[in-house]
């Protein structure tokens, strides 16, 4: 049985006319004749009842006309669900980012998503850039949204947004009420960062910041997460480069200074696996991305 002579079958059933079937089908009235006779001796029984005058159903013609129109239903459901699917309507998109991309960047691009393609449900999973690129060459994750990445192999790297980086330090702190400070200014401060083993990209590009500064970043504290640091800052423990995202975590006598540094920013990236950048969940999500104002006017 095919569904295109299930088509035809409950279309005459509908009409009860041959010829007004063939027409609503829009195919000749013999052809569809010759087509229903031949489902019938497919199925070895008879479906309609032909006189001169009307066509009636039999009663395995009425049991079918129910069966039929049923199958019909699901199967253009099906192939609707398909479409929606291999135009990127519908789906699972899984995305990966990094913990200081939380508070502005994944909320940005995430709301954008759901409003230009409702259909599509999204998986977030935090994580650092270098679980996330193995996760996306393993096929775990469709998009990691990275930090200090240039490239990967197998892997296309598409800047974002490029994030000044600020100082977070206590209100009591000399320089809290400035409005911008040179890193070099914060050789003597006593330093509180994460541990470079779990965010080595982010560590080490402020490290190399430092360096440039002329000293070396030490770390007189260390704590896995963002808000753990910076309560340790408003607690007057020391000071911590952040990105400028983090200035929404608002902690009492907690004040964010501007670093006036030339190269005192961090980008965040777009990576998804080069082979699968014609997958349309994956092309919305990089559209409707690019197409956000990420920008921060810290500086």
């Known amino acids: 049985m095919e569904l295109r002579q299930l088509r035809y079958f ?9 010829r007004r079937a063939a027409e609503r089908l829009h195919i000749a009235q013999p052809a569809l004749s010759q087509q229903i006779s031949k489902f019938e001796k497919e199925l ?3 479906l309609f009842e032909r006189t001169t005058r009307r066509v009636e159903l039999t009663d395995a013609g009425r049991v079918l006309l129910d069966e039929g129109r049923r199958v019909l239903a699901e199967a253009d459901h099906a192939l609707a669900a398909v479409e929606q699917v291999a135009h990127g309507e519908v789906g699972l998109l899984r995305i990966g980012f990094v913990s200081s991309a939380a508070l502005r960047i994944v909320p940005a691009t995430v709301l954008a998503l759901q409003k230009a393609w409702p259909g599509v449900q999204v998986e977030l999973s935090e994580s650092t850039t270098d679980r996330q690129l193995s996760g996306i060459a393993d096929g775990i994750l469709d998009i990691g949204l990275v930090r200090e990445v240039d490239r990967a192999e197998g892997i296309v790297v598409r800047p974002l947004t490029r994030e000044p ?9 000399p320089f809290a009420n400035r409005t911008s ?11 509180l960062t994460f541990p470079r083993g779990q965010v080595s990209r982010l560590y080490d590009h402020i490290a190399a910041l430092c360096h440039h500064a002329g000293f070396r970043l030490e770390a007189a504290q260390e704590a896995l997460q963002f808000p753990t640091l910076l309560g340790l800052v408003a607690a007057n423990t020391g000071v911590t480069i952040v990105p400028a995202s983090l200035r929404a975590l608002h902690l009492p006598d907690l004040r964010y200074v501007a670093l006036s540094d030339p190269q005192a920013a961090s980008t965040v ?3 998804y696996r080069a082979d699968r950048q014609q997958v349309p969940a994956i092309r919305h999500f990089l559209d409707v991305a690019s197409s956000l104002d990420l920008t921060d ?3």
């Open 269 to 271: 990236s777009v990576a």
């Open 44 to 46: 070895r029984t008879t």
């Open 165 to 173: 980086l600020l100082v977070a330090m206590h209100s009591s702190h």
């Open 10 to 18: 409950v279309t005459v059933a509908e009409e009860m006319n041959f």
């Open 181 to 191: 400070v040179r890193l070099v200014e914060l050789r003597d401060e006593r330093f």
């Open 297 to 299: 006017e810290t500086r």
